[in-house]
């Protein structure tokens, strides 16, 4: 028997990373049918990338059919796998989430912040009514989340849905290791990273190369301003953190990071690109049109290398091989958004954490890395806290828990800003947040 894999979102302009990641992996991986799913809005897009997976399939000469539809309960009966990876009001959503914000003199970032709150307002219903019918149509299924903000959402879904078998993705870490592999010049496989955090919020606790302990090393690299890597990705701006800072804190933040160690930078150059009409959102835009474009060509059946500068590299690597390690029983260590459970200490048991789990047939076993150290715990500490009441007022559609999230946020400087950024976004998006308007 073949897998059945449905992609709710399949118009993505990251889908033929997901079909690249299965075809390397067919012979052990048999994918013998992947739905690609989407709303109205993105019919078009659907097709279009639709027919390039079709194309990169006959070139690998792989036996995996590619079915379209717009009705998800079409697709998900009897799938094995689901994979989420959808953006409610599309990018048109995205730029109200970052250019609202800035115009109040604060940082308005996709999963960050004002703008992470309200995306995840908008998304988390969503993919409630989506675990309803994954629960009816295929309850077997493993439900893989790449849909943003991650963490939240797979927090979510556990806290809300009748579903056990959820994981929350992001390609930060993923991302992270190979960053690593490139400044020591060395093989990923050698390299193993204890991952402990938040998704966004997550850190390299521990770095090993053939089992030797490297963190001291890997901080001296990343501080060496003559290196050509960095820890950055193409959606955020570089940074440079001072070597004593980094050794101090003794563990590699990830690139989202610079948002709360860097902040005043950050939103100066945010702000910088604000005032010049080219936030992030307006750049994606502008890269998904030529994407598009591209993907069009009738000869083209490969992943393009266009597609890294949308900022989703490792995709295929970080969905496609928790899939296999999944089917496959590799019990192979992976960092992945998951129910604490207690491998956290001081997060309560059914928050998401993003931790290294070892992965079995049965599910994500997580690594316990107890107490993290005082110097990041508190951050930590403070983005659960907002993630757990933003999540609730998404739910409960409570605007008094939406204000005290975004004021308690670090990034919000206080709570009239806060009203004020929450009163125009609900505007902005209220054909998307029914439950804030009953």
Sequence with gaps: MGIKVVTIGGGSSYTPELVEGFIKRHS?????????????????KLEIVA???????????VSIKIFTTLDRREALKDADFVTTQ????????????????????????????AGGMFKAFRTIPVLLNISKDIEELCPNAWLINF??????????????????????????????????????????????????????????????????????????????????????????IPVNYEKSFLKSLGVIPCPYHNYYYKSDFMVAEELEQFKKGNIRAQAVKKIEKELFDVYQDVNLDIKPPQLEQRGGAYYSDAACRLIDSLYNDKRDIQPIDVRNG?????????????????ITKSGPIPLTVGKLPVAINGLVQQIKSFER??????????????????????????????????????????????????
């Design 389 to 438: 009441l933003t999540i609730e007022a998404a739910v409960e559609g409570d605007i008094d828990k939406a204000l005290l999230a975004l004021t308690i946020n670090p990034l919000t400087p206080s709570d009239n800003t806060a009203k004020i950024v929450i009163d125009e976004l609900l505007e902005a998006h209220k054909n998307y947040l029914p439950q804030f308007f009953k």
């Design 147 to 236: 849909t943003n903000p991650s963490g939240m959402v797979t927090e979510a879904l556990i806290r809300y849905s009748n579903l056990k078998k959820v994981i929350g993705l992001c390609n930060v870490p993923l991302h992270m290791e190979m960053t690593f592999a490139k400044l020591l010049d060395v093989d990923p496989k050698r390299l193993q990273v204890v991952f402990g955090g938040l998704n966004h919020m997550v850190y390299a606790l521990k770095v090993f190369l053939d089992g030797e302990l490297i963190t001291d090393k890997v901080i001296d690299y990343i501080t060496d301003k003559s290196k050509t890597e960095n820890l950055s990705m193409k959606n955020i």
């Design 86 to 113: 959808l953006r409610v009001g599309q990018l048109d959503a995205r730029e109200k989430d970052e250019s609202i914000p800035l115009s109040h003199g604060i940082l308005g970032q996709e999963t960050n912040g």
């Design 342 to 358: 207690g491998a956290i200490a001081g997060i309560d048991e059914d928050s998401a954490v993003e931790i290294s789990c070892v």
């Design 51 to 61: 027919n390039l997976a079709r194309r990169m399939v006959q070139k690998a000469k």
């Design 28 to 44: 052990h991986l048999p994918v013998d049918e992947l739905w690609l799913v989407d709303v109205a809005e993105g019919k078009e």
